[in-house]
């Protein structure tokens, strides 16, 4: 198991993966828990890097969601934030589900029942 630390220094916006044994990995983007296979097939195939903050905001977001839908020990509120050189702003605190069928609506409302 780890955790994802990011941050901003003088050589501008770092991220890093962090394992159990305090192995430290720096990196672009990084999916982390049980659900981390899921978030990583959304994160692979839509990351680019010209990004504006919103499209990335909304990727992370959706990774979230589908690690968060797909795997039974996920599950709750995603939180996304934006961390700059003068610190952090929480963008959004949503429900899992509100966003799983703002995204699937009618496909995912038929697949539930």
Do not use: C
Request: hydrophobic share 30%.
């Amino acid at each position: 198991m780890g955790t994802m630390i990011t941050g901003w220094d003088k050589t501008g916006p770092n991220l890093f993966y962090v394992d159990s044994e305090g192995t430290r990995v720096k990196g672009n983007r990084f999916a982390v828990g049980s659900g981390s296979t899921f978030a990583y097939g959304v994160l692979d195939t839509h990351y680019r890097w010209d990004m504006t903050r919103d499209e990335a905001a909304e990727l992370g977001q959706r990774s979230v969601l589908h690690a968060t839908h797909r795997d039974a020990f996920s599950g709750g509120t995603i939180n996304v934030y934006h961390v700059e050189d003068g610190g952090w702003t929480k963008l959004s605190s949503t429900d899992a589900n509100e966003l799983w069928y703002k995204y699937y609506g009618d496909d995912a409302k038929a697949a539930n029942e």
